[in-house]
T-cell receptor
Framework: NAGVTQTPKFQVLKTGQSMTLQCAQD?????MSWYRQDPGMGLRLIHY???????DQGEVPNGYNVSRSTTEDFPLRLLSAAPSQTSVYFC????????????FGPGTRLLVL | AQKITQTQPGMFVQEKEAVTLDCTYD???????LFWYKQPSSGEMIFLIY??????QNATEGRYSLNFQKARKSANLVISASQLGDSAMYFC???????????FGTGTSLTVIP
């Protein structure tokens, strides 16, 4: 199993550009989520999905869109990048048993100039 | 609402010594899981240890143990015999049994001194 994969690993954008961060998992987990990590703030939930076709907002959703057309894929779209979106982005996939850990992707480092 | 608090932004420990990283949580749920993750400078999130709210014994995984005090709502991570490779950020997280969502603390940066 590849687990959770994310692409790209690094990205530099100019203010106003759009892009999509890709996330895929091969563990057949229904629940997937996107976090951003900023210094001193831990991981903050952006959006999550409880299954194909179902998404919802997390703590910091503004400026981001998601969709979930398949169980495997959960892309995150930045509609019009802003310097405040400079961050490290993690995708995670979660088993249904609450005793089990989330599985994280390797992260995407995004710099918005 | 769920809230995870890690009050130690940075910690230092001498190599081969033990260190305790603090974590307190606030929840009205009775059934939940507590997790600790390590994030080295390379950036990946590494799962370390899990404790269930109904587990009577403290969890242990090799050099990691979780000092779970349910009444105090604390779940401190104890690392024994620290190694240089333990230098990293450490995050505490909680997951209610009725939700798939994880709640994270702000992390503690641990530096192991030779």
């Amino acid at each position: 199993n590849a687990g959770v994969t994310q692409t790209p690993k690094f990205q530099v954008l100019k203010t106003g550009q759009s892009m999509t961060l890709q996330c895929a998992q091969d563990m057949n987990h229904e629940y997937m989520s996107w976090y951003r990590q900023d210094p001193g703030m831990g991981l903050r939930l952006i959006h999550y999905s409880v299954g194909a076709g179902i998404t919802d907002q997390g703590e910091v959703p503004n400026g981001y869109n998601v969709s979930r057309s398949t169980t495997e894929d959960f892309p995150l779209r930045l509609l019009s990048a802003a310097p405040s979106q400079t961050s490290v982005y993690f995708c995670a996939s979660t088993p249904s048993r609450f005793q089990e850990t989330q599985y994280f992707g390797p992260g995407t480092r995004l710099l918005v100039l | 609402a769920q809230k995870i608090t890690q009050t130690q932004p940075g910690m230092f420990v001498q190599e081969k010594e033990a260190v305790t990283l603090d974590c307190t949580y606030d929840t009205s749920d009775q059934s939940y899981g507590l997790f600790w993750y390590k994030q080295p400078s390379s950036g990946e999130m590494i799962f370390l240890i899990y404790q269930g709210s109904y587990d009577e014994q403290n969890a242990t995984e090799g050099r990691y143990s979780l000092n779970f005090q349910k009444a105090r709502k604390s779940a401190n991570l104890v690392i024994s015999a620290s190694q240089l490779g333990d230098s990293a950020m450490y995050f505490c997280a909680m997951r209610p049994s009725w939700r798939n969502q994880f709640y994270f603390g702000t992390g503690t940066s641990l530096t192991v001194i030779p």
